[in-house]
């Protein structure tokens, strides 16, 4: 999984990127955003490469990660640029909802709530 150490450093260097590279980065961190909630809800498991499971808190914090992470490639694309890339990820034209609730979403909140019930 890639993490970011430095948002400011990351938010800098994706601002250089042209429009197709930060759209194929969106693309990567919205997928992993999806397999890390699989994976928090067990759907699936996310393993290290020895094949001990990645723990919940693990997970929760990967999860931030990855959020904080798209939230800087949508607003550097911009809302409509951005909903393009999550469209076709659902196979549509445009998801203006989906960046609206990536944006406002409390993801980890939310995770350690169905995680505890």
Known sequence: ????????????????????????LLFNWALQRTLTELALVKALNRCRENGAPVSKEENLADLENIVQGERILINLLGRREAAKVYGMMEDITSDVKTVDWV??????SCYKTVGNS
């Open 1 to 24: 999984m890639d993490r970011i150490i430095d948002f400011e450093k990351f938010k800098e260097k994706c601002a250089t990127f042209d429009k197709p590279a930060l759209k194929a």
């Open 103 to 108: 944006l406002t979403n409390d993801f980890v």
